[in-house]
């Protein structure tokens, strides 16, 4: 069985999107086809809790998966390497 090659690519951005939106609020949607991410912020000093969407990323079920785990490695990675900073401190 042959092994199967990671793929490089060549990633580009925007300067609109580099600039990146903060977030403190994320909802997430599921239904047959895709998976929704809406990230946005609470809107301080509001009459009513309010958030606002500053983004929608729409994905297929698959990528979502992906998504996951690349995330939880990162944000584990993360700690490990603060657990480490506070170790040495």
């Known amino acids: 069985m042959a092994e199967e090659q990671k793929k490089q690519y ?38 009513k809790p309010t958030i606002k969407i500053v ?11 992906s998504f996951l785990k690349v995330l939880s490695n990162a944000l584990l990675d993360f700690k490990n390497k603060n657990e480490k900073n506070e170790k040495k401190d």
């Open 55 to 65: 983004s929608r990323i729409n994905m297929t079920h698959k990528t979502a998966e």
């Open 10 to 47: 060549l990633v580009k951005i925007s300067e609109e999107v580099e600039n990146g939106h903060f977030t403190n609020a994320v909802s997430v949607h599921f239904n047959g086809n895709e998976c929704v991410l809406d990230m946005g912020y609470t809107l301080p000093n509001a009459e």
